[in-house]
């Protein structure tokens, strides 16, 4: 089965800082990785993926993914935190060869960027 | 939120009443996706569809139903069996094949009176 896993429920970091947001993965095989971002009350917007590749992903407001397969992570990064930034964020997992299943989610970690 | 709209914003259920939650999507995909959102337990799959007049139950499927009789249309209904349905629920789909991404409506929060 597969599972993602974000190990902190919030993370606070001085706006300018650079942050991470934590997110490692159990799959058999070789995994398809989201994050998305959601802001209070909204639905959930999707940042970035990694298929195949490069093992460092670029996304979307100047997010970036780094893929680590031996430590099977996938932690969301960017250098230079905006307070517009805070929110809560979700990486997910999806098996390729489990044919088109959903999305397995994390269960989010809240990020707070402090003025 | 792109094509995926969910209605109402905000839904009140009384006891022993089913309530039914829209959502529409314009993007002409053709798997659609039930999540619920409670804090601090990220998303939990209740339904999904991959094709019309197909759908299978997720990891909380119980006390929910759900019909998929056109495409663009995934209405989920939380029925009475559901004894704690308080929580914010997202509908989302995606393309059918590939490394898809899933796009999220806008969320119906639903509390019970």
């Known amino acids: 089965a597969q599972s993602v896993a974000q190990p902190e429920d919030q993370v606070n970091v001085a706006e300018g800082n650079p942050l991470t947001v934590k997110c490692t993965y159990s799959?058999?095989?070789?995994?398809?990785l989201f994050w998305y971002v959601q802001y209070p009350n909204r639905g959930l917007q999707f940042l970035l993926k990694?298929?195949?590749?490069?093992?460092l992903v670029k996304g979307s407001y100047g997010f970036e993914a780094e893929f680590n397969k031996s430590q099977t992570s996938f932690h969301l990064k960017k250098p230079s935190a905006l307070v517009s930034d805070s929110a809560l964020y979700f990486c997910?997992?999806?098996?390729?060869?489990?044919?088109?299943?959903?999305?397995?989610f994390g269960k989010g970690t809240r990020l707070s960027v402090i003025a | 939120d792109g094509g995926i709209t969910q209605s109402p914003k905000y839904l009140f259920r009384k006891e022993g009443q089913n309530v039914t939650l829209s959502c529409e999507q314009n993007?002409?995909?053709?798997?659609m996706y039930w999540y619920r959102q409670d804090p601090g337990q990220g998303l939990r799959l209740i339904y999904y569809?991959?094709?019309?007049?197909?759908?299978q139950k997720g990891d909380i499927a119980e006390g929910y139903s759900v019909s998929r009789e056109k495409k663009e249309s995934f209405p989920l209904t939380v029925t009475s069996a559901q004894k704690n349905p308080t929580a914010f629920y997202l509908c989302?789909?995606?393309?059918?094949?590939?490394?898809?991404?899933?796009?999220f409506g806008a969320g119906t929060r639903l509390s019970v009176l």
């Open positions: 990694y298929i195949t590749g490069d093992n």
């Open positions: 993007l002409n995909h053709d798997a």
């Open positions: 997910a997992v999806r098996d390729p060869r489990g044919g088109n299943t959903p999305l397995v």
């Open positions: 569809s991959q094709i019309v007049n197909d759908f």
């Open positions: 989302a789909s995606s393309i059918q094949t590939g490394a898809n991404i899933q796009y």
């Open positions: 799959v058999s095989g070789n995994p398809y």
